[in-house]
Protein backbone atom coordinates (compact mmCIF):
# COMPACT_ATOMS: atom_id res chain seq x y z
CA UNK A 1 0.00 0.00 0.00
CA UNK A 2 1.12 3.40 -0.73
CA UNK A 3 1.13 5.08 3.21
CA UNK A 4 1.78 8.47 4.57
CA UNK A 5 2.59 7.16 7.96
CA UNK A 6 1.56 5.00 11.00
CA UNK A 7 0.93 5.63 14.85
CA UNK A 8 -1.04 4.47 17.31
CA UNK A 9 -3.25 7.02 19.22
CA UNK A 10 -6.67 8.16 20.38
CA UNK A 11 -9.18 8.78 17.63
CA UNK A 12 -9.72 12.51 18.40
CA UNK A 13 -13.28 12.97 15.76
CA UNK A 14 -16.59 11.79 15.84
CA UNK A 15 -18.80 8.70 17.88
CA UNK A 16 -15.44 7.16 18.71
CA UNK A 17 -13.53 10.44 19.69
CA UNK A 18 -11.06 9.25 22.96
CA UNK A 19 -10.90 5.42 21.98
CA UNK A 20 -6.98 4.58 21.80
CA UNK A 21 -6.74 3.42 18.07
CA UNK A 22 -4.00 2.33 15.46
CA UNK A 23 -3.58 4.43 12.28
CA UNK A 24 -3.14 3.74 9.34
CA UNK A 25 -2.87 6.90 6.83
CA UNK A 26 -2.88 5.87 3.26
CA UNK A 27 -1.21 8.38 0.80
CA UNK A 28 -2.68 10.22 -2.14
CA UNK A 29 -6.42 11.73 -3.07
CA UNK A 30 -8.73 11.72 -5.02
CA UNK A 31 -9.47 15.44 -3.98
CA UNK A 32 -7.53 17.88 -2.91
CA UNK A 33 -9.29 20.37 -0.52
CA UNK A 34 -8.71 24.37 0.02
CA UNK A 35 -11.57 25.48 2.28
CA UNK A 36 -12.85 29.04 2.45
CA UNK A 37 -10.54 29.77 5.21
CA UNK A 38 -7.75 29.26 2.74
CA UNK A 39 -6.70 26.44 5.22
CA UNK A 40 -5.75 23.15 3.01
CA UNK A 41 -7.08 19.96 4.66
CA UNK A 42 -5.53 19.00 7.61
CA UNK A 43 -3.04 16.19 5.90
CA UNK A 44 -2.16 17.96 2.75
CA UNK A 45 1.13 16.09 2.80
CA UNK A 46 -1.14 13.11 2.01
CA UNK A 47 -3.16 14.79 -0.84
CA UNK A 48 -1.92 18.44 -2.03
CA UNK A 49 2.25 16.49 -1.56
CA UNK A 50 1.80 13.17 -1.67
CA UNK A 51 5.87 13.09 -2.47
CA UNK A 52 6.55 14.84 0.75
CA UNK A 53 9.60 13.35 1.66
CA UNK A 54 8.35 11.84 5.46
CA UNK A 55 5.83 10.05 4.42
CA UNK A 56 6.21 6.47 4.84
CA UNK A 57 5.57 5.21 1.17
CA UNK A 58 5.01 1.58 0.23
CA UNK A 59 4.29 -0.60 2.84
CA UNK A 60 3.20 -4.11 2.18
CA UNK A 61 0.11 -5.54 4.28
CA UNK A 62 2.29 -7.68 5.84
CA UNK A 63 4.59 -4.95 6.95
CA UNK A 64 1.59 -2.98 8.58
CA UNK A 65 -0.18 -6.20 10.26
CA UNK A 66 3.67 -6.75 12.08
CA UNK A 67 3.41 -2.85 13.37
CA UNK A 68 -0.20 -3.51 14.49
CA UNK A 69 0.67 -6.17 16.87
CA UNK A 70 3.08 -4.30 18.39
CA UNK A 71 -0.06 -2.46 19.98
CA UNK A 72 -2.42 -3.72 22.38
CA UNK A 73 -5.50 -2.35 20.68
CA UNK A 74 -8.51 -3.15 18.93
CA UNK A 75 -9.58 -0.19 16.81
CA UNK A 76 -8.14 1.19 14.00
CA UNK A 77 -8.77 3.28 11.79
CA UNK A 78 -7.68 3.58 8.37
CA UNK A 79 -8.03 6.92 7.20
CA UNK A 80 -6.17 9.42 4.48
CA UNK A 81 -5.69 11.26 1.93
CA UNK A 82 -8.64 8.91 0.50
CA UNK A 83 -7.60 5.25 1.74
CA UNK A 84 -10.52 3.63 -0.94
CA UNK A 85 -8.55 4.97 -4.02
CA UNK A 86 -6.55 1.42 -3.21
CA UNK A 87 -9.28 -0.88 -3.39
CA UNK A 88 -7.51 -4.13 -3.54
CA UNK A 89 -5.11 -3.17 -0.89
CA UNK A 90 -7.42 -1.68 1.36
CA UNK A 91 -9.80 -4.97 1.44
CA UNK A 92 -6.78 -7.65 1.92
CA UNK A 93 -6.04 -5.16 4.65
CA UNK A 94 -8.95 -5.52 5.91
CA UNK A 95 -9.29 -8.94 5.84
CA UNK A 96 -6.20 -9.48 7.86
CA UNK A 97 -7.06 -7.00 10.59
CA UNK A 98 -10.37 -8.99 10.64
CA UNK A 99 -8.58 -12.05 11.26
CA UNK A 100 -6.86 -10.10 14.41
CA UNK A 101 -10.53 -9.31 15.48
CA UNK A 102 -9.99 -5.79 14.98
CA UNK A 103 -12.68 -3.03 15.02
CA UNK A 104 -12.35 -0.93 11.91
CA UNK A 105 -12.80 2.34 10.78
CA UNK A 106 -12.73 3.58 7.40
CA UNK A 107 -12.52 7.53 6.72
CA UNK A 108 -13.60 8.13 3.39
CA UNK A 109 -14.56 11.49 1.65
CA UNK A 110 -17.50 9.21 0.11
CA UNK A 111 -16.70 9.32 -3.40
CA UNK A 112 -15.91 5.57 -4.30
CA UNK A 113 -17.71 2.38 -3.20
CA UNK A 114 -16.54 -0.83 -2.87
CA UNK A 115 -16.36 -4.15 -1.58
CA UNK A 116 -14.75 -2.88 1.82
CA UNK A 117 -17.56 -2.36 3.01
CA UNK A 118 -18.06 -6.19 3.61
CA UNK A 119 -15.43 -5.22 6.51
CA UNK A 120 -15.80 -2.21 8.00
CA UNK A 121 -17.10 -1.79 11.55
CA UNK A 122 -17.85 1.55 10.99
CA UNK A 123 -17.68 3.90 7.83
CA UNK A 124 -16.95 7.47 8.54
CA UNK A 125 -17.87 9.59 5.21
CA UNK A 126 -16.89 12.81 5.34
CA UNK A 127 -18.29 14.27 1.98
CA UNK A 128 -16.49 17.65 0.59
CA UNK A 129 -18.98 20.67 0.53
CA UNK A 130 -18.31 23.82 -1.74
CA UNK A 131 -16.68 25.50 1.17
CA UNK A 132 -13.37 23.13 0.54
CA UNK A 133 -13.27 23.44 -3.32
CA UNK A 134 -9.90 23.19 -4.65
CA UNK A 135 -8.35 26.25 -5.29
CA UNK A 136 -5.80 27.49 -8.30
CA UNK A 137 -5.07 23.76 -8.93
CA UNK A 138 -4.93 21.75 -12.22
CA UNK A 139 -7.53 19.65 -11.03
CA UNK A 140 -9.65 22.26 -10.11
CA UNK A 141 -12.66 20.89 -12.85
CA UNK A 142 -12.38 17.84 -11.98
CA UNK A 143 -12.76 17.62 -8.17
CA UNK A 144 -15.58 20.36 -8.28
CA UNK A 145 -17.66 17.65 -10.19
CA UNK A 146 -16.88 14.58 -8.83
CA UNK A 147 -16.69 15.87 -5.40
CA UNK A 148 -20.09 14.32 -4.55
CA UNK A 149 -21.04 10.91 -5.75
CA UNK A 150 -24.50 10.64 -4.72
CA UNK A 151 -25.26 7.10 -6.14
CA UNK A 152 -22.38 6.26 -3.70
CA UNK A 153 -23.99 8.04 -0.47
CA UNK A 154 -27.31 6.37 -1.40
CA UNK A 155 -25.42 2.65 -1.73
CA UNK A 156 -23.88 3.57 1.90
CA UNK A 157 -26.66 4.48 3.21
CA UNK A 158 -28.69 1.37 2.38
CA UNK A 159 -25.68 -1.04 3.81
CA UNK A 160 -26.43 1.03 6.75
CA UNK A 161 -29.67 0.85 7.38
CA UNK A 162 -29.77 -3.09 7.15
CA UNK A 163 -27.52 -3.27 8.97
CA UNK A 164 -24.35 -3.75 7.16
CA UNK A 165 -22.02 -1.68 9.53
CA UNK A 166 -22.28 1.34 11.76
CA UNK A 167 -21.62 4.94 9.89
CA UNK A 168 -21.01 8.62 10.92
CA UNK A 169 -22.14 11.66 8.51
CA UNK A 170 -18.66 13.65 9.36
CA UNK A 171 -19.06 17.26 7.85
CA UNK A 172 -16.69 19.81 8.15
CA UNK A 173 -18.30 22.70 8.79
CA UNK A 174 -17.19 26.63 7.87
CA UNK A 175 -20.47 28.66 8.46
CA UNK A 176 -23.71 28.40 8.16
CA UNK A 177 -24.07 28.39 4.36
CA UNK A 178 -22.94 24.81 4.49
CA UNK A 179 -26.34 23.72 6.28
CA UNK A 180 -28.44 24.23 3.18
CA UNK A 181 -25.79 22.03 1.30
CA UNK A 182 -25.61 19.32 4.11
CA UNK A 183 -29.71 18.92 3.99
CA UNK A 184 -29.58 18.33 0.07
CA UNK A 185 -26.70 15.59 0.31
CA UNK A 186 -28.77 14.66 3.25
CA UNK A 187 -32.19 14.24 1.27
CA UNK A 188 -30.70 12.41 -1.70
CA UNK A 189 -28.84 10.02 0.47
CA UNK A 190 -31.36 9.40 2.84
CA UNK A 191 -29.94 9.40 6.40
CA UNK A 192 -31.17 10.70 9.74
CA UNK A 193 -30.22 13.99 11.84
CA UNK A 194 -28.86 11.59 14.57
CA UNK A 195 -26.00 10.02 12.14
CA UNK A 196 -24.83 13.76 11.50
CA UNK A 197 -21.53 15.34 13.32
CA UNK A 198 -20.72 18.85 12.44
CA UNK A 199 -16.75 19.41 13.05
CA UNK A 200 -15.58 22.80 13.21
CA UNK A 201 -13.23 23.47 10.02
CA UNK A 202 -9.58 24.18 11.36
CA UNK A 203 -5.72 23.34 11.64
CA UNK A 204 -5.13 24.53 14.97
CA UNK A 205 -6.85 25.71 18.10
CA UNK A 206 -7.24 28.87 17.22
CA UNK A 207 -9.11 28.24 14.00
CA UNK A 208 -11.47 25.52 16.27
CA UNK A 209 -11.82 28.15 18.94
CA UNK A 210 -13.04 30.41 15.95
CA UNK A 211 -16.30 28.55 14.83
CA UNK A 212 -16.54 26.47 17.65
CA UNK A 213 -19.03 28.32 19.00
CA UNK A 214 -21.07 28.51 15.65
CA UNK A 215 -20.97 25.00 14.77
CA UNK A 216 -22.24 24.20 18.20
CA UNK A 217 -25.18 26.17 18.01
CA UNK A 218 -25.91 24.70 14.11
CA UNK A 219 -25.69 21.34 16.26
CA UNK A 220 -28.55 22.67 18.98
CA UNK A 221 -30.75 24.22 16.03
CA UNK A 222 -30.90 21.20 14.08
CA UNK A 223 -30.46 18.14 15.88
CA UNK A 224 -26.83 17.35 14.55
CA UNK A 225 -24.39 15.63 16.56
CA UNK A 226 -21.09 17.88 17.61
CA UNK A 227 -17.34 16.82 17.18
CA UNK A 228 -13.94 18.50 18.24
CA UNK A 229 -10.93 17.45 16.64
CA UNK A 230 -8.84 16.51 19.63
CA UNK A 231 -5.41 15.54 18.40
CA UNK A 232 -5.86 19.07 17.48
CA UNK A 233 -6.51 20.63 20.58
CA UNK A 234 -3.58 18.38 22.32
CA UNK A 235 -1.05 18.36 19.76
CA UNK A 236 -1.37 21.08 16.95
CA UNK A 237 -0.76 20.14 13.86
CA UNK A 238 1.99 17.26 14.84
CA UNK A 239 2.08 14.42 12.58
CA UNK A 240 2.26 11.21 13.38
CA UNK A 241 -1.53 11.70 16.09
Not at 83 to 97: D, G, M, N, R, V
Amino acid sequence: MKVSEIFYSIQGEGKRSGVPSFFIRANNCNLRCMFTSTNLCDTPYTSWTPDDEKNIGEMSVEQIIREYKRHKVRDVVITGGEPTIQAEELIFLCKELKSLNAYITIETNGTLFGDFVNYVDLLSISPKLSSSIPYNTKFEKMHTVNRINSEALIKFNELNQIGKFDIQWKFVFCNDNDIAEIKEIQDVAGFPDNKIYLMPEGINESDLNLRRSLTVEMCKKYGYNYTDRLHIIIWGGKRGV
